[in-house]
Nanobody, 121 residues
Framework: VQLVESGGGLVQAGGPLRLSCAASGFIFSDFAVGWFRQAPGKKREFVAAINWDGELTKYSDSVKGRFTISRDNAKNSGFLQMNSLKPEDTAVYYC???????????????WGRGTQVTVSS
């Protein structure tokens, strides 16, 4: 199982950013995908998850209405569209996967290495 995040960077508050997750080594379309984040000195936090066919999604209260999770099974990819970013969204964002969508928001078994998102005020 390999998950590789991309799309992180520096953005001004209020701006958008789109993260991507490229998956390989497993049948991507069978698995749910989720995003977590961890800010310096803080605990790892669940952000969003999507089930195998994209019909079900869930979000943390802190990002609901601003972030949108999606996937493209034909491209073995997951995405996190982040709008109206705030300085408190600054963190390393991790792509994850698990066979059971219901597992989220618990930490799943498969993780990428993360991509840094920094939101300036």
């Amino acid at each position: 199982v390999q998950l590789v995040e991309s799309g992180g960077g520096l953005v001004q508050a209020g701006g958008p950013l789109r993260l991507s997750c490229a998956a390989s080594g497993f049948i991507f379309s069978d698995f749910a995908v989720g995003w977590f984040r961890q800010a310096p000195g803080k605990k790892r936090e669940f952000v969003a998850a999507i089930n195998w066919d994209g019909e079900l999604t869930k979000y943390s209260d802190s990002v609901k209405g601003r972030f949108t999770i999606s996937r493209d099974n034909a491209k073995n990819s997951g995405f996190l569209q982040m709008n109206s970013l705030k300085p408190e969204d600054t963190a390393v964002y991790y792509c994850t996967s698990t066979f059971y969508y219901a597992d989220y928001p618990s930490p799943p078994p498969n993780w990428g290495r993360g991509t840094q998102v920094t939101v300036s005020s």
